[in-house]
């Protein structure tokens, strides 16, 4: 099984809400990552954990709240977004964290849309 | 700090014609290079990497690419066009040592494929 699931598919939220977006992966991978894609932009890294710690926060605004709860799940939360980060969520895994040796798996990603 | 440039944000090809997409890089230490492909509401999955191997990389669906030193570049072909190949594609680019948790990715280019 070579799969990153990624729910939900779709997500509309309002600037005040809090939501979650989740990401599993059964391939024993133990380095997972956050990317944001703009629309027609390559993606961006937000996030790396590295053995269900976060080893590389690349600036994102506080706003956004990754959780790694065991090895398979990965967690991004929501809070008090601006229209500005509607964006295509993809979630990756790995082996380890260095990307010279290991491949990085992408999920589908999670089309957000911030109202 | 290493980058790519993707020459060409848009190619239009004929079914069974060639396809080139053109990638340059930017690195003060040997670089290791990926191409990935998005196709549309899906995540990136790898065609093919160097890590400094073999110069002439061979990789999923048929598609190869070349890492020539001294133009810097490391330029993606594939023989025959396929209506699927119809996808945007992303070179990108990660460093040795401590910079290598990071994917650098170029801003793609979306490949057309008329019948």
């Known amino acids: 099984d070579t799969e990153v699931t990624q729910t939900p598919k779709h997500l509309v939220m309002g600037m005040t809400n809090k939501k979650s977006l989740k990401c599993e992966q059964h391939?024993?991978?133990?380095?997972m990552y956050w990317y944001k894609q703009k629309a027609k932009k390559p993606p961006e890294l937000m996030f790396v954990y590295s053995y269900e710690k976060l080893s590389i926060n690349e600036s994102v605004p506080s706003r956004f709240s990754p959780e790694c709860p065991n090895s398979s799940l990965l967690n991004l939360h929501l809070h008090a977004l601006q229209p500005e980060d509607s964006a295509l969520y993809l979630c990756a895994s790995s082996q380890g964290q260095r990307m010279d040796t290991y491949e990085q798996y992408f999920g589908p990603g999670t089309r957000l849309t911030v109202t | 700090a290493q980058s790519v440039t993707q020459l060409g944000s848009h190619v239009s090809v004929s079914e069974g014609a060639l396809v080139l997409l053109r990638c340059n890089y930017s690195s003060s230490v040997p670089p290791y290079l990926f191409w990935y492909v998005q196709y549309p509401n899906q995540g990136l999955q790898l065609l093919l990497k160097y890590t400094s191997a073999a110069t002439l990389v061979k990789g999923i669906n048929g598609f190869e690419a070349e890492f020539k030193k001294s133009e810097t570049s490391f330029h993606l072909t594939k023989p025959s066009a396929h209506m699927s190949d119809a996808a945007e594609y992303f070179c990108a680019v990660t460093g040795s040592g401590g910079s290598n948790y990071k994917l650098t990715f170029g801003k793609g280019t979306l490949l057309t494929v008329n019948p």
């Open positions: 391939m024993g991978h133990r380095a």
